[in-house]
């Protein structure tokens, strides 16, 4: 057993960070962990924080010791984590983590501070956030983790040693679901297949009813796509579905932090005092940003499943041999092949690219989606 056994597919950052963590290994203070969605930037993070905390002689994050089954379960006092799934990560909270940055390890070997989608920061939280970075006490280490290094600004990365982490294979992928999860083999093969190297989206499709069937509607759904009033009528129900799922995990959150606030309060009879209205008020403001950030990261999802679809149309029309993510749907990938040419479907993956862009720059999801699905049915004609 070790900490690193679910940092799947990704020997080579596995032994950078191993390396660093001995005691022959050069430890810098602060780490930009990047890599694609899925590819397990923060179990990667939470792994070199267990191994640095690690009480075996010499620490190599052996899974069993008191320190590294606190960090993994995330109790462990001298770590901490900070993820968000509002649209960034605000200046109050990156202040909050400089403050617990100077404090020394109140049991373990280092203080270590680590930051998911660090990438969600504005240029002027990462000024807050440079000085610590830059100048930090001897046993504080920092960990960021971002899709890409260019996510982050200069001034941070340029102080930051990089981990790159890679997509992990599928059968790696598969072997982890089976070996953790106990999925059946064949089931986590097409899952794993189908999540593209995303882990966590693979266990969903694993392990959550009809979440794979249901994606492979939906790949048939674009696939049979024929005229814009198709265009607009799908993207209309995929916008419904993507505000509806963000709304449920929106809503389950919003509750347990709004339990949480009145717990601590000691209120219990939801008469709210007052003085207390304003911070309860900023909670539901949280709550909605929480649930656009949501809906972008749905819609997002899709757009990657559109990709891998019309990737593999281009896979069946190059004859190149290589597997396809949706082998469920190969009839319908087999009559696009013979409807569109090769140039065709290369340029409606640029228009994913487009659609992509379009949607994290703000532009109205509707109207992404919309142009996007249009010029696939047009395409198909």
């Known amino acids: ?40 930037r923060s179990t990667a993070a939470r792994a070199f924080a267990a191994t640095l905390q690690c009480e075996a002689d010499p620490p190599i994050g052996c899974g069993r010791c008191r320190a590294c089954r606190t960090v993994l379960a995330g109790t462990h006092p001298d770590v901490t984590v900070v993820a968000t799934d509002k649209l960034s990560i605000s200046k109050d909270e990156v202040r909050a983590l400089v403050l617990t940055a100077q404090r020394s390890p109140a049991t373990g070997r280092h203080r270590v501070i680590i930051v998911e989608d660090a990438d969600r920061m504005s240029a002027g939280t990462f000024n ?37 982490l890679v997509v992990p294979p599928s059968d790696v992928v598969a072997d982890l679901l089976v070996r953790r999860d106990g999925v059946d083999p064949d089931l986590a093969a097409r899952s794993a297949r189908a999540a593209q190297g995303h882990i966590g989206l693979a266990l969903r499709y694993a392990t959550q009813a009809g979440a794979l069937d249901a994606r492979e509607g939906a790949a048939r759904t674009l696939l049979g796509l024929r005229s814009t009033g198709d265009a607009v009528i799908a993207a209309q129900a995929l916008l419904d579905r993507a505000t509806a799922e963000a709304k ?32 309860l008020r900023q909670l539901e403001e949280d709550a909605k940003r929480r649930q656009t950030r949501l809906v972008r990261d749905v819609l997002d999802r899709y ?62 999801p509707l109207l992404a989606l919309e142009a996007l699905l249009a010029t696939v049915a047009v395409s198909a004609r």
């Open 1 to 40: 057993m070790s900490v690193w056994d679910e940092v799947v597919g990704q020997d080579a950052a596995v032994a950078q960070l191993t390396r660093a963590a001995s005691p022959e290994g050069s430890l810098a203070q602060a780490w930009l962990i990047t890599g694609p969605p899925g590819s397990g």
């Open 128 to 164: 807050v956030l440079l000085k610590s970075i830059e100048e930090p006490p001897p046993l504080t280490v920092w960990m960021l983790c971002a899709p890409s290094a260019e996510d982050l600004a200069p001034t941070i990365r340029s102080r930051c040693r990089l981990v790159t």
């Open 303 to 364: 757009l990657l499943d559109v990709h891998s679809v019309l990737r593999d149309v281009l896979t069946l029309q190059l004859g190149s041999g290589s597997e396809l993510v949706n082998p469920g749907v190969r009839d319908a990938l087999d009559g696009a092949a013979a409807a569109i040419d090769a140039r065709t479907t290369l340029s409606l993956l640029d228009a994913v690219g487009t659609a992509r862009t379009r949607i994290a720059g703000n532009v109205p």
């Open 248 to 279: 449920e995990h929106a809503d389950v959150v919003a509750a347990e932090e709004r339990a949480r606030f009145l717990r601590s309060a000691g209120i219990e009879d939801e008469k709210v005092p007052p003085a207390l209205r304003s911070q």
